[in-house]
């Protein structure tokens, strides 16, 4: 009985540990939910660029065909592969929301962590050509927000642990956009993108 | 630079292959903002000396394509299709939800003006600071679906090529058209997004015309800097939080009224218009919402009023047919007008005009007055190849394919229902014209007069300039004005705060113009400009105030049946508001407009020609 106990407590301690080095806060996003209004992107380029720039936007809505909205952003993966993809170390994770913060002047435009990303989520910013990416605006994000704040709810700001399979939702918008094709049209959205 | 602007319109001309920047004095966009009000302005200052000569669906017409200072950063982004139209012969401001207006502002230009004929089908990109004439041959034809999935990947995959390292390109936008465009229908719509339409004005066909198949944009710059940035935030807050508090409008979009105006207030046309009154309890929200919605809350850009739905048909004959709500308008027009009641119908031959890229509202219009010649066997098995019968929607497809493809007595049913009319009067002995339903050759909107409780009352569409359109009525004169602001700033008029829009206004483009201001001064320099290139018409038809002003005969007889039976719209209370509309504009008793008024307006040189015209 003491010893399993003390496991219990050790392996509580344990996950409370593991849970509060490694555990990412994220955003959760629902593609059905999406309507395509793309505030979330007015938002976000008005906090971070002081003006409406929609493809300077750290979330970019994807839409291939009308209906089919795909919201796409950082999925905050726990291995972090465009941060070691990164030769000139402009890339880190900030310490309070585990959020790839970017360097700007260390940035050299490689877009190696574009590549490396499984989703393809970073891009090269139109102006200053610098990798962007979603920052979390600090713990409260701006789309997230805004998109509460019309009932939408298809971006949610949550906290959760490792092996939440988060990365899988760092995918191809397209190929999301093609499932989702099916799922609201029927047989006629295999032809629709 | 003004604030809220670019600054910067392309003027291509297709028939040369030319393309050229130009700017627009600051004068010139305080006057008239942009849209529907710069599109009138810069019409007449171009085609203005030979007004009547010009063919709408020749080279010579100009086909205009224009934001406004407060397109996108408004809630509610649209984009003003303009030109003379085949329709009225006179100029009407025709709007569409789309990314497009966002996508062109981004790539660094407030409009598009294009003259001449292209010499094959082509389609314009539009790129940061750039502009392309492209091939089109390989989509000429394609439905409207077809040609957005082709158009999406083929363009994304060619900025792509240039610029493979920057990450993901994003699909650009597109106005586009259907076979009905292509085929030179009167009442082609300019369309996008699958089924958001610039309907009135059958600007369609003018693209048409000019062998113009879509226009394409996609830009990765910023939206134009406002004059006060802060306040520009905070009221778009406020903006945004008494949309989201409007329910009912996000819940059912307009969807709801196919009930409402049919069975409450006795305004929904029904079998071209031979009745108002339905009380059909499947043409309301309730049915649409749970079989067919597929996104029960969808929006364009900056939008949080999400009226809009898509609706998608998933099995039975109508398989795989996709539009959106449908709202009102095609809820009425391509169901009860046509004597169909059922959503699944309804919602298919919707789509299918969607696809075909008519004006849901102009093109069925001119199917119900066929339908109705048929019922009355004015128009014949012989004339049409089947049998059309109210409410089979089986025929009514035909019938929109026999006019798409100019087949049969189809190929007089596309010049639009006025010409349709004089045509098939001439054709046949008889005096068709009490059964077409149009004022000044643009097919009226949905609403009814007759009951006298809908919104468009006695003379909405007979004193207004832009005709039958539902969306810009005539009332006491001023009133009206602010529609003409809505298309001219080119925001939703389902997106706007009437308390707030002037603020905004402001806020954006640094001018001061409160709600006075526009009605009396700008808003009736665009209308009198309006009138004026309307009443010179041309070249195949032109409008005598005396006659023209003045709604279809049909609403002068009693509803025949609901609980408004025997109302009608008065005709002496017609000529009397007439009259006052016109003297409160500064226009005369026949609505030409007054040498003072044109003085001081700065329309002087408006003088000379109006001399003519009046008495």
């Known amino acids: ?193 | 630079m003004s604030k809220g602007y670019t600054g910067k319109f392309l003027d291509i001309d297709l028939t040369k292959e030319k393309i050229d920047e130009i700017t627009i004095p600051e004068t010139t966009l305080y006057q008239y903002f942009g849209g529907r009000g710069l599109a009138v302005k810069v019409l007449w200052d171009r085609l203005g000396k030979i007004w009547s000569k010009v063919d709408p669906l020749g080279p010579d017409n100009i086909f205009t394509l224009l934001t406004g200072p407060l397109t996108a950063i408004h809630p509610g982004a649209r984009i003003c299709v303009s030109g003379k139209s085949p329709l009225s012969n006179g100029t009407i401001g025709s709007t569409a939800s789309s990314e497009f207006p966002v996508e062109l502002k981004c790539s660094g230009y407030d409009g598009i003006f294009v003259t001449g004929k292209a010499s094959k089908p082509v389609y314009l990109l539009i790129t940061d600071n750039k502009a392309e004439i492209r091939d089109a041959s390989h989509i000429w034809g394609k439905l409207g679906e077809d040609t957005i999935r082709i158009l999406n990947a083929e363009v994304r995959k060619e900025l792509t090529k240039r610029k493979p390292n920057v990450g993901l390109w994003r699909q650009p936008a597109m106005l586009y058209i259907g076979p009905a465009g292509e085929n030179m229908i009167r009442t082609a719509a300019v369309m996008t997004k699958i089924a958001h339409a610039a309907g009135y004005g059958g600007y369609g066909a003018v693209m048409g015309s000019k062998n113009l198949k879509a226009v394409v944009a996609k830009g990765r710059g910023s939206l134009p800097d406002v004059a006060a940035s802060k306040a520009m935030e905070i009221m778009l807050h406020e903006i945004h939080k008494r949309l989201i508090s409007m329910d009912r409008m996000r819940r059912w979009g307009t969807g709801y009224a196919g009930w409402s105006f049919g069975a409450v207030t006795s305004s929904e046309p029904v079998r071209n218009w031979q009745e108002e009154w339905h009380d059909e309890r499947s043409m309301s929200g309730v049915r649409y919402r749970t079989r067919f919605w597929v996104k029960p809350y969808w929006a364009d850009f900056n939008c949080t009023r999400s009226c809009m739905k898509i609706s998608c048909i998933k099995s039975g004959r109508w398989k795989g047919d996709i539009t959106d709500m449908p709202d009102y308008e095609l809820e009425a027009y391509c169901g009860t007008n046509l004597g169909i009641f059922d959503p699944e119908d309804n919602i298919h031959i919707s789509a299918l005009i969607d696809n075909q890229g008519m004006s849901g509202i102009n093109g069925p219009n001119t199917m119900g007055f066929a339908a109705e010649l048929y019922q009355r066997s004015i128009l014949t098995k012989e004339d049409l190849g089947f049998e059309l019968k109210w409410g089979d929607a089986e025929s009514f497809t035909k019938l929109a394919w026999l006019i798409v493809n100019r087949e049969k007595i189809g190929d007089v049913l596309a010049e639009g229902t006025y010409r349709a009319a004089l045509k098939i009067s001439e054709m046949k002995g008889i005096d068709v014209m009490p059964y077409a339903i149009h004022v000044k050759g643009v097919e009226i909107g949905a609403h009814g007069t007759r009951s006298n409780l809908d919104y468009a009352k006695d003379i909405a569409y007979a004193a207004s300039v832009q005709g039958g359109d539902h969306t810009s009525t005539a009332r006491d004169g001023y009133s009206g004005m602010v529609s003409v602001f809505m298309d001219s700033a080119v925001v939703c008029m389902f997106c706007v705060v009437q308390d707030l829009i002037w603020d905004f206004a402001k806020v954006v483009t640094g001018w001061d113009i409160t709600m006075n201001k526009w009605c009396m001064e700008h808003g009736r320099r665009i209308v009198t400009l309006q009138r004026a290139q309307l009443l010179l018409g041309g070249p195949d038809v032109f409008w005598d105030p005396d006659k023209d002003d003045d709604n279809p005969p049909r609403f002068y007889e009693p509803l025949p049946t609901g609980p408004y039976k025997g109302r009608t719209t008065d005709k002496k209370v017609v000529e009397q508001k007439k009259r006052e509309y016109y003297n409160t504009l500064g226009w005369d008793d026949r609505g030409i407009p007054k040498k003072e008024t044109l003085e001081s307006l700065d329309l002087k040189a408006l003088e000379r020609v109006m001399k003519r015209l009046r008495r």
């Open chain 1, 1 to 193: 009985m003491f010893v399993l106990s003390i496991y219990l407590k050790f392996s509580l301690l344990k996950f409370e540990l593991v849970s509060y080095v490694l555990s990412n806060n994220w955003i959760v996003r629902d593609y059905i939910r999406c309507t395509g209004c793309r505030r979330c992107e007015i938002a976000c380029s008005l906090r971070h660029e002081g003006c409406i720039w929609p493809e300077a936007s750290r979330i970019r809505i994807f839409m291939p065909f009308p209906g089919l909205e795909v919201p796409h952003l950082c999925a905050q993966c726990d291995d972090y592969p465009c941060v070691k993809s990164c030769a000139v170390e402009a890339l880190s994770i900030d310490s309070q929301t585990g959020a790839v913060i970017v360097e700007q002047d260390k940035c050299t435009s490689c877009g190696l962590c574009i590549k490396k990303c499984p989703g393809t989520v970073p891009f090269l910013h139109p102006e200053t050509n610098k990798a962007i990416i979603c920052d979390l605006c600090g713990g409260e994000p701006e789309c997230v927000k805004v998109c509460a704040e019309a009932m939408y709810n298809a971006l949610r700001y949550v906290k959760e642990n490792v092996g939440v399979q988060k990365k899988l939702h760092s995918i191809d918008p397209y190929i999301i956009a093609k499932d989702l094709a099916v799922n609201l049209f029927g047989e006629k959205g295999e032809r629709v993108i």
